[in-house]
């Protein structure tokens, strides 16, 4: 039971409540670094690594920081562990570092991270919040390679730098180019809401505060926003509905 | 000479190198905030001048604190530098300008952890500006990002209002409508170029 449990933890990043195209955040990484498949690899690997380390360090944390100042507590863990990974990187991958150039540092404000210190690692124990971070870490990483693999295979006709035979004459290079990002992007989270699990309501795919670590300081403004426009939205479905029976009795 | 190299600095920022749609910097706030005019502009001008002030604050403390002993603190020292500072100016809005922060302040806390703050103050060091240059091409892309803010926010009143298929509703169509917006501005690559004949 208990080991279900841990399981659970673990899992749920992967495909439930993936960061990127369930929950929606890190969307500057995943579009930037998914270029090519080793790009996206490397990305998801270090925020990967800075994920579970903060996670660990904050939760084992979570009673010694005092509540009202711990944006700015997490935030220094996580960009002590961001520069270990930029001097281990630049020390024995210099290429990827030189690759990578400003997302690297960039991780310290990748919104998963906080995130999921805001919501996870502060209520929970050092060994559910180290498997919920390498779920999540492994969820990034996933999304990224699955759309670095669409992007590349596509747009530049290779695999990993791997020349693929056929596809390699007839490349569309905008997909490697910023707006193939977007694009990319923007039709897998479709595809995702057409064929992803319908029970229950799933909500509609806004860009949410939800995840957001800063949502509690902004005063939800487009989150409050949001609510509104579904409260808008909802009366004109229901009027919808009553037009068609409307019709369907006139009928 | 100068002049012309700080224009050029300026305008590559504001079109060219624009951070949102060609290097995918501060995409949270892009997508979160641009769904009306107002807020979007003010948005973008909050950005803008947190830019500059980081900016200003951020490269001193670069060239007289860190040096090149210190330069792997770079990353935390930013940071914490940014997260002190929107405070600092939050409050001092708030105590000297209300109105000013009624406009922008709730935008503030929002930016501290927004990556094109962060991503300009990296990238004017990286890229060897001096102080002046750093200060033009933060004002460069702080304008290029209300000018994407400012310009998506009429894009998406525009799809607000089209029947779409449900599978897209909500963030993909405007995802693909960034996309669309992003490729408009490729076109103005090697213009500003040739405008300045460098």
Redo the contacts between chains.
Sequence with gaps: MKKQKKLSILLRGLIAENPVLVL?LG???T??QTGSVIAALSMGIAATVVLVCSNVVISALRKIIPDTVR??CY??VI??F??IV??LMHAYLPDLYEMM??YL??I????II?GRAEMFARKNNVIDSALDGLGMGLGFLLALVAMATIREVLGAGSFAGIKIPFLQDYTLP?LT???????V???L???I??IGPKKGAQK????S?EG???AA???K??CA?NVELTEITKPEIVTNKEEKEGEANGN | MEIKTLLYILLTGVFVNNYV????????PF???S??FD?ASGMGIAVTFVMLCATAVTWPINEYVLGTDLA?????VF??VI?ALVQFVEIVLKRFIPALHKSLG??L??I????AV??VA??NI?DGYSFLESMFSSLGVGIGFLLAMVLFAGVRSRIENCPSP???????????A???V??AF?GFAGVIDNLLGM
């Design positions: 929606v969307t500057c990484p579009l930037a944006i700015p935030i220094v960009a002590g961001v520069t930029q001097l150039g400003v540092a960039l310290v404000v990748n919104c906080l905008i180019m910023a707006p193939g990002g977007f694009l992007f923007g039709i989270i479709a595809v809401n057409k509609r795919k806004e860009f505060c957001c670590p800063s300081l902004c005063g403004v487009s926003e | 749609l060609q290097k995918f910097l501060g995409i949270c997508l979160g905030v769904k009306k807020q792997y603190l770079q990353t935390i940071i914490l997260a709730v935008y806390p929002l501290t952890t927004n990556c962060l991503g990296i990238n990286t449900k599978a897209i509703q909500g963030l993909p169509i405007t995802l693909i960034a996309s669309i992003s490729l490729f």
